[in-house]
C-alpha cells in the first residue's frame, strides 16, 4: 500500500520519528511509573502498543511498523525493567516483585515465585511473543 522507499523517507522522516518516539516514551514510563501502579502501567503499556501497531499499520511503510513497535517496547519494557533490577532493595521489593507479577499474569499460568529459575529476559520474552500483535523480533 505505502510506496515511501526512497532515501529521503529513510534518511529523514523514519529516523527522526523513531528517536522522537523513543523520547517521548522514555518520558511517559518514567511518569507513568512514579504516579501509578505496577498493574495501571502494564495496562497502559499494551494500550501503547496496542495504538502505535495500529497507527503504524495505517500510516507508515510496512517496514517501519516493526522498528516502531521495538522502539516502544525498548523504552516501555526493557529500560525501565533493568531500571527496577538495578533498583531492587528491601525498601522496593515490594514493588518490583508486584511490577513483575502483573507482566507474569499476561502470560497466563506463569507466576513468579521465590527461587524462580526464570531470568527477567526469559519471562518477558515469553510475555511478549504471547501476543501475536506484538512478536518480540
Same mark, same amino acid.
Request: proline fraction near 4%.
Given at each position: 500500500?505505502h510506496k =515511501?522507499?526512497?532515501?529521503?523517507?529513510?534518511?529523514?522522516?523514519?529516523?527522526?520519528?523513531?528517536?522522537q518516539?523513543?523520547?517521548?516514551? #522514555?518520558q511517559m514510563?518514567?511518569q507513568?511509573?512514579? =504516579?501509578?501502579?505496577?498493574a495501571?502501567?502494564?495496562?497502559k503499556?499494551?494500550w501503547?502498543?496496542?495504538?502505535e501497531?495500529? $497507527?503504524?499499520? $495505517?500510516?507508515?511503510?510496512?517496514?517501519?511498523?516493526?522498528k516502531?513497535?521495538?522502539? %516502544?517496547?525498548?523504552?516501555l %519494557?526493557?529500560?525501565?525493567?533493568?531500571?527496577? %533490577?538495578?533498583?531492587? $532493595? &528491601?525498601?522496593?521489593?515490594?514493588?518490583?516483585t508486584?511490577?513483575y507479577?502483573?507482566?507474569l499474569?499476561? #502470560?497466563?499460568n506463569?507466576?513468579l515465585?521465590?527461587?524462580?529459575?526464570?531470568t527477567?529476559?526469559?519471562?518477558?520474552?515469553?510475555?511478549?511473543?504471547?501476543?501475536?500483535v506484538? &512478536?518480540?523480533?
Open positions: 500500500m =515511501h522507499t526512497g532515501i529521503t523517507y529513510y534518511e529523514g522522516f523514519e529516523s527522526a520519528m523513531l528517536e518516539t523513543s523520547s517521548y516514551y #522514555c514510563a518514567q507513568w511509573l512514579s =504516579h501509578g501502579s505496577p495501571d502501567y502494564v495496562q503499556v499494551y501503547c502498543l496496542e495504538q501497531a495500529e $497507527r503504524a499499520g $495505517r500510516y507508515l511503510p510496512s517496514g517501519t511498523q516493526p516502531l513497535l521495538k522502539v %516502544v517496547k525498548q523504552q %519494557v526493557y529500560d525501565i525493567l533493568d531500571k527496577l %533490577v538495578e533498583k531492587q $532493595r &528491601p525498601e522496593n521489593c515490594s514493588f518490583v508486584d511490577f507479577q502483573e507482566m499474569s499476561k #502470560c497466563g506463569m507466576t515465585q521465590e527461587g524462580s529459575y526464570w527477567t529476559e526469559e519471562w518477558l520474552s515469553a510475555l511478549l511473543t504471547s501476543s501475536s506484538f &512478536p518480540l523480533s
